[in-house]
């Protein structure tokens, strides 16, 4: 008897989708897209098969939480900005990176990071009057300019930490 009074037509479903999608617009939260997308979805099934409202409310709250589980869990990490880029240039300094071109005392070599700092994986750089290698793990110490200073990881294990 309940089932007549509340009588919900698939094209309800299909509104309520369409207003949770165009709701997301307006609200950047990734939260109403999914609600929407079960709610379209709820649309499609109870177009094709008799289904009671109980169960399609139930199917609903399922695709749902289906939906945002996913989405925070699985696709949201993948597009985390991991590089540093539109950031001071005082967060590259005690980054780590592989020298690709060493230095010379006449032209600067290049240092390659493994996640891009600032934008860039490779940067210009100059030591302190130390010898590096290809090859050699470098820290970054300072910036002068466009260029970083770097030092060498074996001669930054050699000073004491204080405490």
Known sequence: MMETLWMIEPWHWLVL??????????????????????????????????????????????LSAVFL??????????????TKAGLGGSVIIGETGMIIVPPQPERAGMVRFSVPIVGAAEWMCRTQGEQVAVGDRVIVTDIVGNELVVSSMKSQAAIPKSM
């Open 17 to 62: 989708g369409f207003v949770l999608l165009i709701v997301e617009m307006f609200v950047p939260t990734f939260a109403s897209l999914w609600f929407g997308a079960a709610a379209i979805i709820v649309a499609a099934l109870s177009w094709l098969l008799p289904i009671s409202l109980t169960i399609q409310i139930v199917i609903w709250l399922i």
């Open 69 to 82: 589980l996913a989405w925070f869990k699985f696709i949201k990490p993948l597009s985390v900005d991991r």
